[in-house]
C-alpha cells in the first residue's frame, strides 16, 4: 500500500468490518434463518446471505423477505418489515460471535499499522451496538480510535459521510488515508470522499469482482498491506 502514498504509510487507514476483517457470515445467516422461521417463511441458507451483507441490518432483513438482492420497488409491508427486523436483531444479539472468525492476518496487520504509528479506524454499516460487542469479543477496541456503525450518523456507505468525518475526528486529509474494504460501498464511498481505497478479494460483494469497481489496490490476504 505504500506505493500508493510516495512510499510511506497513510496517516489513517479506516477499515470496513464484516466481509474485511470479520468472516461474519456463517452468524448473519443464522440470524436472518431463525428470523424467518419464527415468520413461517423458509430459510434463506448462508450461501444467499452472503450475497445480502454490506448494506446494513436493515436491507439484509428487507433482502431476506424478499429474497431479492435489490428490493427497491418490491419494499415488504412496514409492519411486516419492524416484525422482521425485530426478530433479527433478538436472534443476531444472541449469536453473532459463535461462528464468526477474524480473516487470517488480521490482528499482525493491526499490530504493525499500529507500531508504526499510523491512526486507525473502523467505519462499517453494522448497526454500533453489535460492532461494539463484536470488537470486545474480538479483541479490537485498541487499535481504534473511532469506530462508527451503519446507525451512527445520518448517512451510511456508499456514502461518503463516515469517511468524512472519522477523517475529521482524527484530523488527516482524504490525500493521507487509505480505506480497506471488501464492497463496492467501500469501494465508492472512498472514491466520494476522495481518498485512496484497497479492495479485498475474500469478502462479500454481492457476487460481484471488486475489480468492477476500480480500487486503487486488490489484494487477497490482508497482509499485503504491510509486506
Ligand atoms: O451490512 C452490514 O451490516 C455489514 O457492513 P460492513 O461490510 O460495512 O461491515
Ligand atoms: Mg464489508
Known amino acids: ?3 500508493l502514498f510516495k512510499g510511506e504509510f497513510p496517516r489513517l487507514v479506516l477499515f470496513d468490518l464484516d466481509g474485511t476483517l470479520l468472516d461474519s457470515v456463517p452468524d448473519l445467516a443464522l440470524a436472518v434463518d431463525r428470523m424467518l422461521a419464527a415468520m413461517g417463511m423458509p430459510e434463506a441458507g448462508e450461501g444467499r446471505v452472503r450475497n445480502w451483507v454490506g448494506n446494513g441490518a436493515q436491507m439484509l432483513v428487507k433482502r431476506a423477505l424478499t429474497g431479492l438482492d435489490s428490493p427497491v420497488g418490491n419494499e415488504p409491508e412496514l409492519v411486516l418489515l419492524d416484525r422482521a427486523y425485530e426478530l433479527f436483531l433478538e436472534h443476531y444479539g444472541t449469536c453473532c460471535s459463535e461462528k464468526s472468525r477474524l480473516y487470517p ?17 473502523l467505519v462499517t454499516n453494522k448497526p454500533l451496538s453489535f460492532t461494539d ?8 477496541n485498541d487499535y481504534f ?41 467501500d469501494i465508492k464511498a472512498a472514491q466520494a470522499a476522495g481518498c485512496k481505497v484497497a479492495a479485498v478479494t475474500y469478502g462479500y460483494n454481492h457476487g460481484e469482482p471488486v475489480a468492477r469497481y476500480a480500487p486503487d489496490l486488490i489484494i487477497d490476504n490482508l497482509k499485503e498491506l504491510i509486506n
Open 1 to 3: 500500500m505504500k506505493e
Open 105 to 121: 492476518g488480521v490482528i499482525e496487520v493491526l499490530t504493525a499499522l499500529q507500531a508504526a504509528q499510523v491512526n486507525m479506524g
Open 145 to 185: 480510535s473511532i469506530t462508527l456503525g451503519g446507525d451512527s450518523l445520518a448517512e451510511k456507505k456508499p456514502h461518503p459521510l463516515p469517511l468524512l468525518h472519522a477523517m475529521e475526528v482524527s484530523g488527516v486529509s482524504p490525500e493521507h488515508t487509505l480505506m480497506v474494504g471488501d464492497s463496492r460501498s
Open 133 to 140: 460487542a463484536l470488537m470486545g469479543e474480538f479483541s479490537l
